[in-house]
DNA sequence: GTCGTCATGTAATTCGTTACATGATTTT
DNA sequence: AAAATCATGTAACGAATTACATGACGAC
């Protein structure tokens, strides 16, 4: 998923400037999907302009500086589709609080608390910010996605809840210097060892 | 989550060498959380390496060839805990399916289904991939990121069951051309235009 | 005799971020 | 008077990927 292909999705709702993309993104309930900065946003629309994917025009306006107003072509349109229609690659969430939990027991049982607690703090923020909408949007497009991630985030709340103090049990309990396998599965080393 | 912070943490769990690091994240279950290729990880280990946070070894091996061998230093260890208690960025995921539910009102329904018979594809597979562990891992560092993990996709799986028809209902229902906010609430366009 | 595994590394390229540069206007 | 908002863009930099280069050994 790169700025491209979300530049194409955004501009599919309508034509939108460049600063407008990134407030999409920024303040919206979606900047999970995505996030960009001005950097990234700007030349993706110059170069989907040269490829004739969007067309632009400029738009002034009173009091403010004038817009550069961006809107899909037909072969945007077309590239769009294809875009979505395209097998995607599996979601990779490079989780910190993964890897935490993952070394739970070379850490402090202090450091795998307060991971914890800002991990639910992370998303029960996330709930509150999308929670508002499952009414509002109840009837709109963003409507699904709102209650996707709301389920999504309540059930992981949910999960940690009831398994945190088993993973705080964890915490410490490798001795310096231990060898633990990452994995049990793969994990040729302590075979070896042990033949 | 840099490399550099996962080789840590898997450099925590015990020495192991540049290949070794690249199958504990590509075989192994936990690849959500990284999957990097040769051309980081050893640029990334001698990186570590410069700065003193890990030391190698050359381990002779008959008939394979020679392994450079990684493991923390107590500099190194420093740097891993440090690393993991530093408050997280809220994780990011930039994600296919996500977008297409977004747009599904400019998709066809045929492209839509598609998307969600491949996420429960993708997300199956995950769960056959986790699940077996749960028993073996039960006792091990990483039985509790495999239950989590079990937890969410089985989640999202009962999830899109239970709201697929909802999502294909909407597939296919702007009209071309047609302008929708991407969200209602900050879409300040729909607002000023019915003004 | 070719392909897969073990093993390390470099170079070119892509993708994106941060910081910088500019400038009018409105709010505090 | 300072700060925030609207608005666009470039340049330097960083992180990671892909592709390339090398080479021995074992399996089929």
Not at 28 to 43: D, K, Q, T, V
Not at 54 to 60: C, D, K, L, P, W
Not at 165 to 184: D, I, N, Q
Request: charged residues 25%.
């Amino acid at each position: 998923m790169n700025i491209r292909t979300i530049c194409l999705a955004i501009l599919a709702h309508g034509e939108a400037s460049g600063y407008d993309l990134k407030k999409h993104w920024e303040d919206g309930p979606f900047f999970h999907l995505g996030g960009a900065s001005f950097g990234s946003i700007y030349p993706a629309l110059a170069r989907l302009e040269q490829e004739g994917l969007v067309a632009s025009r400029e738009e002034t306006q009173p009091g403010k500086p004038p817009r550069r107003v961006y809107s899909l072509t037909a072969a945007g349109s077309k590239a769009f589709i294809e875009d979505m229609s395209a097998a995607p690659e599996p979601d990779v969430f490079r989780s910190h609080f993964g890897i935490i939990a993952l070394c739970a027991p070379f850490l402090s049982r202090e450091t795998v608390a307060r991971a914890i607690d800002e991990r639910l703090a992370q998303q029960r923020a996330e709930v509150s910010t999308l929670e508002p909408l499952v009414e509002s949007e109840r009837h709109s497009t963003s409507g699904w996605l709102v209650d996707w991630g709301v389920t999504q985030f309540k059930n992981e709340i949910a999960f940690i809840e009831k398994n945190r103090s088993r993973l705080e049990a964890l915490a410490g309990t490798a001795k310096p210097g231990e060898h633990l396998p990452v994995c049990a599965l793969h994990d040729t080393d302590t075979q070896t060892a042990a033949e």
